[in-house]
Each structure stands twice: as structure tokens, then as C-alpha cells.
């Protein structure tokens, strides 16, 4: 068989190895074609050129890889076999690499496998997890419209509770000052019995105020019983009168 | 005559003079020298680095790590918005000034859609899918200089960019993308070489459903008839005219969206994409059909 192959490319190389010093462009070769024989010993001939060409030194596989082709056709390690390899070769070297692409798509168990993990993943559809958020959402709204109201209720009754927690106060507050002014009249009049300023921790001075004390408390208690009697005469006046009226 | 002849000459000489090259030529005055990393005695004993620890061996530890101590971000005994923060998403942010001069330094094609994918090849978007990034954040930097009609995918924008976008006559949607569509999208010729078939997009999680499903934030599982009226309802809101996109000359482009278990634009799951042949295999399977359309 005969193959057309321009001349400028056969040639170019020893071409450009001639020129590469000369800083003149090299003359424009027509792009005549001629016709090359094919016969065994051309070919053998020319891959023996080609192997002599190959000043690279470079390892089999690297060569390969360097021109753009798959380093190994052979598998070396086990890792060759494997499905992965296999696709990356297809990946990287297309239809030359020779790997059958339906290697490309996971298979009848890998699907089943995806499958399952993804029903554990994602066992919710995006409308079951929209109702979900929405779900949370009132229910959150929910709570803080029941804390507002609490809230609300209780600061209506504020200010009837300050007030009445000032009035305790005011009301404690009173009693200890009259209990303190009765405590320091009391001792005035001890103090105006003897005619002159005693300590109050004298034994004479206590025992006055005791006795004062006491006086104080009868007195206290007899204006009570006649308040009472008072108004118990009151009452019976009261009575008499309605009596007498109603006869 | 003469001149002739000087033009010859002048011609022979330059000939045999060298060829401006990189070679030959002189760095611009003022450029950086970096400074030489040396192995030699005293240039290269610890390149500047420290000695021993992490800054020897530039394995620096996560923000906060006090190698084993009570950290300090955890030693105040409630502050419950850090619970959790290693593994919260991350957005990182690119500004409406960043994507405009994207596009007038020609880096971005805006007669198409634009995605991460588009962002990402620009160059100038640092984006690491490994360290929880989940995508672009959108900011509204530069948002009175932005002026420029783009149909737009992020991840996250607030209401303002929204209506930057909307009020140049462009289109935005905000889409989630799981971390493996993430890296697929930030190298798509590293996944196209392992040879496998692109697989589908994943839901977004529970806690950002409501995000990607609301018209206000233009989710990508939103009504279209609710984004319509929002886009009203925004532009009455910021006191604005709404362009028209019916009559717009690229109503096609503005109108493309991807579907919510799509990855690239314009290609499926289940297509393998080989580059070295520059062609796309389609799955023809029932099976494998069913399940990337599921």
C-alpha cells in the first residue's frame, strides 16, 4: 500500500537542524507530494531509524507518557486492573487507550449500593424538609408570642405591685419610728424624775424605766378598757334609743 | 543608487543581529527580586522558618487550637453562637466591585451564565471546597458602580446585591451545591480526566431549605411565579424600574437556569465527558437512566 505524505514534514526536522543557526528564514518548500513505497523492509527500516532517534533515554512507559500516549499497554501491578485505572486511562487517552467506556458508568450493584447509602443520607424529599422548617418555624413563633403575652399581663400589673410594696414599707418604717420615739420619751421622764442626766446603764436608771414601762402599759391598758366601755355604753345607749323608738 | 545599497546592508546586518528574546532582555526597573531559597552553608539553614514547631514545618494549627489548653474562645462559660463552629459552612465572600472588574478585565464571558465554575476559572477567587467552602457570598461592595447585565448563580447574597443585580436588567439565583459538586465545579478537567460519569447534585441540607426554597432570597427550589412577583415587590421597595426581560435581546441567555440536580451548564448526569476526543457519552441504560433522573 501506498501512503501520500507531504515531504516538508519527512524532511523538516533535518531542515530545521540545518537552519537553526542562520537567522534567515528558510526558503518556503513547495507542498508537492510524492509517493512512498510501504513494503516490510521500508518499515522495518524506518522503525529502526526511529528507535535510533530516540536519544531521550528516557524508560518505555515514561516515553509513552511524555507523548501523550497510555505507558503501559500490559498491565504491570494489580492496581492496572483495576476499574478505576482502567476509566482514568479512558479519561486521559480517549478512544486510543483502548479501554471499553462503558467502564465509565457504575455498574448494577455500585447503583444499588449508591442508592442505599443515599436513602440513609438524604431520607427526607425537599418537600417533607420544607414542611419541617416550616413546622419549627410557627412553633417557635408560637412560643414567642405566648411569652409576649405573659409578659405583657404582668407588666399591666407593675405598678399595683410597686405600690403596694412601697406601702409595706412605708408602713414597717413607721412603726419602728414610733416605737423608737415611745422608747426615748420613756426614758426623758426617767431622766426628768431623777433631775439629772443619768447613764442609762445605771441600775437605779433601768429600774425607773422598768417601772415606768409598767405604769406606761396600765395606763395604755386602762384607756382601752374605757375606750371599750365607751363604746359598749355607746352601743347600749343605742339600743335603748331603737327600743324606745320602737315602742 | 546609494540608498540601495545602504538598505541592503542595513538589512544583511540586521539579519545577523540577535533576536529580541526573553533571553536577552532586561527585567522592568523596580521589579521584585524574590530573595534565593539557598541549601548552602549559611543561605539554607532554616529558610527563614524557625526552628522546631509548627513554623519549622508550616503545619499551623486551626484558629483558636491552644495545643490542648482550655482554648480561650471556650474558657468564657456560655457563648453559645461558637458551639459548633468548626463545622459550620463557610461562604467566601466576592464583592459586586471584584465581579465587575472580573468582567471589564474580560475574565468573565457575560454572554453566558455565570457560576462558580465561571469565577473560579478567572483566577482570582480563591475557593477551597476541603475547608468547608461551600461557595460564593456575594457582597455588596461597589454595589453604585455595579452596572451590568449578568445572569448570575451564587451561593449567598443579601437583599441589597439582590436588587444591584435586578436593577441592571440582570437575573440572580442562589444555589446550593454539595462538596462534591463543589469540586467537581472548581476543577471540571481534573474530574473529565478520572473518567467517570458526572454525577448528580445532593438536596441542601434541613437548616438552609428555607433559603434555597424562598423567592425573597431567589433559591433555586423557589417558585418562578413568586420570584416574578418579588422581583416587583423589590424593585417598588428600592425605588426602581424594573427592566423588562421579554424584550430583551438576550432573554434566552437571562432565562437559563440549572436544574436542581444538574452540576455544569448544558451537560446532565450521567454523561461522561472525554476531552482527549472532545466528544460526550450518554448512558442509553434504563436503569442508569432512571437512576441519574431520580
Known amino acids: 500500500m501506498n501512503i501520500c505524505v507531504r515531504t516538508k514534514f519527512i524532511r523538516s526536522s533535518l531542515v530545521s537542524s540545518l537552519h537553526r543557526l542562520s537567522t534567515t528564514v528558510p526558503e518556503i518548500e513547495q507542498n508537492d507530494q510524492v509517493l512512498i513505497d510501504d513494503t516490510e523492509e521500508f518499515q522495518a527500516r524506518e522503525a529502526e531509524v526511529k528507535k535510533k532517534r530516540n536519544k531521550s533515554r528516557l524508560s518505555a512507559a515514561h516515553f509513552n507518557l511524555v507523548n501523550d500516549r497510555r505507558p503501559y499497554e500490559e498491565p504491570h501491578c494489580l492496581a492496572h486492573l483495576t476499574v478505576k485505572y482502567n476509566r482514568k486511562m479512558y479519561g486521559k487517552y480517549g478512544v486510543a487507550s483502548g479501554v471499553n467506556p462503558s467502564l465509565c458508568w457504575p455498574s448494577r450493584k455500585e447503583i444499588e449500593e449508591k442508592k442505599e447509602y443515599e436513602a440513609v443520607a438524604f431520607p427526607y424529599t425537599i418537600r417533607q424538609v420544607m414542611d419541617a422548617a416550616a413546622e419549627k418555624r410557627r412553633e417557635e413563633q408560637l412560643r414567642i408570642e405566648q411569652r409576649d403575652i405573659e409578659v405583657a399581663t404582668k407588666v399591666a400589673k407593675l405598678e399595683q405591685w410597686k405600690k403596694e410594696l412601697n406601702d409595706k414599707v412605708a408602713k414597717k418604717a413607721a412603726e419602728v419610728q414610733a416605737a423608737k420615739q415611745k422608747k426615748e420619751r420613756l426614758v426623758e421622764e426617767v431622766r426628768r424624775h431623777f433631775g439629772f442626766t443619768l447613764d442609762p446603764r445605771d441600775e437605779r436608771f433601768i429600774e425607773m424605766l422598768a417601772k415606768r414601762e409598767k405604769e406606761q402599759k396600765k395606763l395604755e391598758k386602762q384607756a382601752k378598757m374605757e375606750a371599750k366601755e365607751k363604746m359598749m355604753i355607746a352601743k347600749l345607749q343605742q339600743k335603748n334609743v331603737e327600743l324606745s323608738e320602737k315602742s | ?294
Not at chain 2, 418562578?224 to 422581583?231: L, M
Request: glycine residues 8%.
Open chain 2, 1 to 294: 543608487m546609494g540608498s540601495r545599497q545602504i538598505t541592503e546592508k542595513s538589512l544583511v546586518m540586521l539579519r545577523s543581529l540577535p533576536r529580541l528574546s526573553l533571553a536577552n532582555i532586561r527585567d522592568n526597573p523596580g521589579s521584585k527580586h524574590y530573595p534565593k531559597r539557598g541549601r548552602g552553608q549559611h543561605s539554607g539553614d532554616k529558610h527563614g522558618a524557625g526552628n522546631k514547631g509548627s513554623g519549622q514545618r508550616q503545619n499551623y494549627m486551626r484558629l483558636g487550637y491552644e495545643t490542648g489548653n482550655n482554648p480561650f474562645y471556650l474558657r468564657m462559660p456560655h457563648e453559645p453562637y461558637y458551639r459548633g463552629h468548626h463545622h459550620r459552612r463557610e461562604y467566601p465572600p466576592i464583592s459586586l466591585l471584584e465581579i465587575q472588574k472580573l468582567i471589564d478585565t474580560n475574565r468573565i464571558d457575560i454572554t453566558k451564565p455565570i457560576d462558580i465554575a465561571s469565577i473560579v476559572k478567572s483566577g482570582l477567587y480563591r475557593f477551597f471546597p476541603d475547608q468547608k467552602h461551600f461557595g460564593i457570598n456575594l457582597t455588596d461592595e461597589g454595589v453604585d458602580l455595579f452596572a451590568t447585565k449578568i445572569n448570575i448563580e451564587v451561593q449567598w447574597a443579601s437583599e441589597l446585591v439582590i436588587a444591584a443585580i435586578e436593577k441592571n436588567g440582570g437575573v440572580i439565583t442562589t444555589a446550593y451545591y454539595d462538596p462534591h459538586s463543589l469540586f467537581l465545579l472548581k476543577n471540571p478537567k481534573k474530574f473529565f480526566e478520572t473518567g467517570q460519569a458526572i454525577p448528580r447534585r445532593m438536596i441542601p441540607p434541613p437548616d438552609v431549605i428555607e433559603y434555597y426554597t424562598s423567592a425573597e432570597k431567589r433559591g433555586y427550589l423557589a417558585d418562578p411565579e413568586k420570584i416574578s412577583q418579588e422581583r416587583l415587590r423589590l424593585s417598588q421597595k428600592y425605588g426602581y424600574e424594573l427592566p423588562k426581560l421579554e424584550t430583551d435581546q438576550y432573554f434566552n441567555m437571562l432565562c437559563e437556569r440549572k436544574d436542581p440536580r444538574q452540576i455544569f451548564y448544558g451537560l446532565e448526569p450521567g454523561w461522561v465527558v472525554n476531552l482527549k476526543d472532545k466528544c460526550i457519552l450518554k448512558p442509553r441504560d434504563e436503569e442508569l437512566l432512571q437512576f441519574y433522573a431520580s
